[in-house]
């Protein structure tokens, strides 16, 4: 046997996740302030167990119409979906709204597809 052991040391790869909110839809209506749900998150994103604390792990950027979150550690998509849903319903627009994954890294603030309307009209006839 050696007298020596070389220890192995594995680098830890640096991931970098991006996600983004497009809230183009209830922006352009006018139900919606991207500030105040830029705000919102700000003060609910939980790192290490703390709220209110992003550090320099996890950045928070407004666009235009879209929120941007870009994460040095590991951040899950679903979490933002549950703070994203949880702002509309404190806003009462969880009614009119929806969280849609739009593409692998990005969610959509969509309105619901109501339809009763002409379903009824034509029962009638």
């Not at 052991?5 to 991006?18: A, E, V, Y």
Request: charged residues 35%; glycine residues 4%; proline residues 2%.
């Amino acid at each position: 046997m050696p007298a020596t052991q070389r220890k192995q040391t594995k680098s830890k790869k640096k991931t970098q996740t991006k996600y983004s909110i497009d809230c183009t839809h209830p922006v352009e209506d006018g139900i919606m302030e991207v500030g105040d749900f830029e705000q919102f998150l700000r003060q609910k994103i939980k790192v290490n167990g703390k709220t209110g604390n992003l550090g320099n792990e996890v950045q928070l950027a407004k666009d235009k119409n879209t929120v941007t979150l870009t994460a040095d550690i590991p951040f899950s998509k679903r979490y933002l979906k549950y703070l994203s849903k949880k702002y509309l319903k404190k806003n009462n627009l969880r009614d009119w709204l929806r969280v849609v994954s739009s593409s692998s890294g990005a969610y959509e603030l969509r309105y619901f597809q109501i339809n009763n309307q002409e379903d009824e009209d034509k029962e009638e006839d």
